[in-house]
């Protein structure tokens, strides 16, 4: 953990100046914390040199390799701002990513240098504003500091400088630039609970929180060996984690999903994981998991713009994201009114029964001192912060016990024949039909008025969709909402994500049922499950037209 000394992240990277263990493994090289840290004071003298008027962002397009690491070390210690670019962007929206956070410098290597070709960065004419990390120059660069820098001459970084720029994920509209200073990333460093004996090892992409709060910064604070790999790979998991010995791995979205549904092997239980961190895993794949790996996961909350944090409680419920700290105030409100909405209540077997009254938007009522905002966007600031609050943008419900649970994103609310509802309680009772591996619910609309629910499924391999069975399944749930069952259930190969393996819902909401995947289809008045023709569709269209309501369907 972080000593109070420790205010900044320049100060949390020194702290390895001296520490001769082994700091990073990637493929088959090592590096102690002694040469990392030596490698960060060369990228610092080398961002110094290359800086200009204006804003010193650096934008970084690159794969978890060692560069990545060097860079973000040596950004801290020169007080530059480490924009990391998603590399799923495209085009224009690429485009606006890097303009929009004023990069005056991008470096990238030569299998992603494409990416930016012929996009108006506004990086302007200089030579130097674009560095390609694999080639000659680069390296030549780094080889002539090595000679010739006299050490360190920078200015100290402060607590409150910015240092670090994360995009949201954009599971719910466009991605945001949320911003980290140096000191909430000293203190970000502590959580995770690592001491200097552990091995950590990490696959998610270096552009996103997950990874640097739960990997990279803690790595630095304690010492600890930080494993990186170039990019997330479930069917290399096992191997990676049992050849480096590793103890901890950070995941999020549905990569244990991913790692759930590789064939098992003899060594699934050899191997010296302690515990995975594993935020928004279902609590299905939980449980295979840990039946599979003999491995705990715990899952917490703690978003890009870390204004709520959420500690994980072990043995609750599925959904469980964990307990506030008292002096955050967090709390579950009507996003309409404000007031707290009432405590869950569960049924003997552990299912919620109160849904529509306890579940609503998850804020911190003396939190918003934590958020530092969000890089040239006082329109989502305020968002964020209205009156004096942090409001998270998700749903949650809360127990008796203070544990809270997961319902959704506030994009999530279904409104069905004037009920309003949120989909998680709905994904998880469907998660329990025979064969599912992944589920998303979320509302598209009707052709008269308000929404009906829509539920794509992902089948485990060679699982067909049986629609009776599932009208058979949907009968006996006895926590299932007089509204919740899906009107239209559409099988997909595989669910979308985002560049962090989180769900994204976007394009599912866009296409509704205008799909070639196979669409079913619930009968008016009846909970007989038909397929969807192409005739239906046309139907359905023409009823959309008749009602006013075509441009719904955009």
Same mark, same amino acid.
């Given at each position: 953990?972080? !000593? ?22 990637? $493929?088959?090289?090592?590096?102690? @914390? ?8 060369? +990228? ?47 085009? =224009?929206?690429?485009?606006? *990513?890097? +303009? ?8 990238? *290597? ?61 599971? !719910? ?7 980290? !200073? ?35 910064? /803690? ?16 069917? %290399? #998991? ?27 092997? $003899? ?20 449980? &295979? ?13 703690? %978003? ?29 409100? *009507?996003?309409? !009114? ?7 209540? #569960?049924?003997?077997?552990? +299912?919620?029964?109160?849904? %529509? ?23 989502? =600031?305020?968002?964020?912060? +209205? ?25 999530? @609310?279904?409104?069905? *024949? ?6 998680? /309680? ?10 599912? %591996? ?22 485990? /391999?060679?699982?067909? #969709? ?12 006895? =926590?299932?909402?007089?509204? @919740? ?27 509704? @049922?205008?799909?070639?995947? /196979? ?23 023409? &009823? ?11």
């Amino acid at each position: 953990m972080t !000593t109070p000394d420790v205010a900044t992240a320049a100060q949390l990277v020194r702290l390895r100046v001296d520490d001769g263990g082994i700091g990073l493994v990637f $493929e088959t090289q090592e590096w102690t @914390w002694q040469m990392v840290v030596a490698e960060a004071e060369l +990228r610092a003298d080398m961002l110094n040199s290359l800086r200009r008027t204006g804003p010193f962002h650096v934008g970084v397009l690159l794969e978890n390799t060692p560069e990545y690491l060097f860079l973000l070390a040596g950004a801290a210690l020169a007080g530059a701002v480490i924009v990391g670019i998603n590399p799923t962007r495209r085009g =224009d929206e690429l485009a606006a *990513d890097v +303009r929009g956070t004023d990069c005056q410098l991008i470096v990238t *290597d030569q299998d992603r240098v494409g990416l930016l070709e012929g996009l108006d960065l506004g990086l302007g004419l200089e030579s130097d504003s674009l560095l390609i990390s694999d080639d000659d120059s680069y390296a030549g660069r780094l080889d002539t500091l090595r000679q010739t820098s006299p050490g360190p001459t920078r200015r100290e970084p402060t607590p409150d400088q910015l240092y670090l720029l994360l995009f949201t994920s954009g599971s !719910t509209g466009g991605p945001k630039a949320v911003r980290m !200073t140096q000191g909430r990333a000293a203190r970000a460093s502590a959580r995770m609970g690592l001491s200097h004996d552990d091995v950590i090892y990490s696959a998610m992409p270096l552009f996103h929180g997950n990874a640097l709060s739960a990997a990279v910064l /803690p790595a630095f604070a304690t010492g600890a060996t930080l494993v990186l790999r170039r990019k997330f790979s479930a069917s %290399s #998991f096992l191997h990676d984690v049992r050849s480096s010995g590793a103890t901890f791995s950070n995941t999020v979205g549905r990569a244990i999903a991913h790692i759930v549904a590789t064939p098992p092997t $003899e060594h699934d239980r050899d191997h010296r994981l302690r515990v995975i961190l594993g935020p928004e895993t279902s609590a299905q794949d939980k449980e &295979a998991f840990t039946l599979r790996f003999g491995v705990p996961l715990i899952e917490g909350y703690g %978003s890009s713009e870390n204004a709520i944090v959420l500690r994980p409680v072990p043995g609750v419920g599925p959904g469980a994201l964990g307990r506030a700290d008292e002096r955050d105030d967090v709390a579950v409100v *009507d996003p309409a !009114t404000g007031t707290e909405r009432p405590l869950a209540a #569960f049924d003997d077997q552990g +299912r919620l029964i109160n849904a %529509s009254a306890c579940i609503g938007e998850l804020v911190g009522r003396r939190a918003g001192s934590k958020f530092e905002g969000y890089y040239n966007n006082p329109e989502a =600031d305020a968002e964020r912060t +209205r009156n004096g609050w942090y409001w998270s943008g998700d749903l949650a419900y809360r127990d008796e016990d203070g544990v809270f649970y997961f319902a959704g994103r506030s994009g999530d @609310w279904l409104r069905v *024949d004037s009920e309003n509802f949120a989909a998680a /309680p709905v994904e998880r009772i469907i998660a329990r039909f025979d064969g599912v %591996s992944g589920v998303a619910v979320y509302p598209v609309p009707d052709s008269s008025t308000g929404d009906q629910v829509m539920a794509s499924l992902e089948l485990a /391999p060679g699982v067909e #969709f049986d629609p009776e069975a599932f009208r058979i399944f949907l009968a006996d749930q006895k =926590d299932l909402g007089t509204k @919740w069952a899906p009107r239209y259930v559409r099988v997909v190969q595989v669910l979308p994500v985002t560049a962090t393996d989180k769900m994204d819902k976007k394009p599912l909401r866009k296409e509704g @049922w205008r799909t070639d995947d /196979p669409v079913w289809r619930r009968r008016e008045r009846s909970d007989e499950y038909v397929a969807l023709t192409p005739d239906d569709t046309a139907q359905l269209t023409e &009823a959309f037209a008749k009602n006013g309501r075509s441009e719904l369907l955009n």
